[in-house]
């Protein structure tokens, strides 16, 4: 099973919590023979994804939106992304140099591309710019590709 991740970054710690359990019981989900995690690995729930994904034995793949995509999260995350990327048995690159907006849709494109199911962490509201969860959301929907939304009861965004 190819699982792929979108969700929204910067999410408080009590929402962070709630997340991470719910993305746990989606990884247990599947057996870790057959599940290969896909995930841009941003901070956030990319990066948590990741983790549980290796956790449990599964593969990580890996789309890199950008070649200037790691410069544009938070320093503190750089160690993290690269430890994922190392790890990844295969990355897809988007082939876009500035990290931007455009880019991040064109490495959710393929990402969803690649998957046969699509997990959002998604508060159900419209992107707040190009790209945003919503909007990958939506390309999934239109694409026909099978689509987990996760908000756990209690979940808030600022």
């Given amino acids: 099973m190819r699982l792929g991740i979108t969700g929204h970054r910067g999410l408080r710690a009590e929402t962070e919590q709630l997340v991470r359990e719910a ?8 057996s870790p023979e057959a599940l290969v995690g896909v995930s841009c690995i941003a901070d956030g729930p990319d990066a948590w994804f990741a983790e549980m994904v290796l956790g ?12 200037q995509y790691r410069d544009g999260l938070p320093e503190e995350h750089h160690q993290s992304y690269d430890r994922f990327l190392r790890q990844a048995v295969e990355v897809h690159h988007a082939g876009m140099v500035e990290s931007d907006s455009q880019a991040h849709m064109a490495g ?3 990402l969803v591309g690649v998957v ?3 997990i959002a962490v998604w508060d159900g509201q419209p992107a707040r710019g190009y790209g945003g969860t919503a909007d990958v959301v939506a390309y999934a929907q239109r694409t026909g590709v099978r689509t987990r939304v996760i908000w756990p009861d209690g979940a808030t965004r600022d």
């Fill in 23 to 30: 993305l746990r019981e989606e990884v247990k989900r599947h």
């Fill in 56 to 67: 449990a034995g599964g593969k990580l793949e890996v789309v890199v939106p950008a070649e």
């Fill in 108 to 110: 959710s494109e393929i």
């Fill in 116 to 118: 046969d199911e699509l």
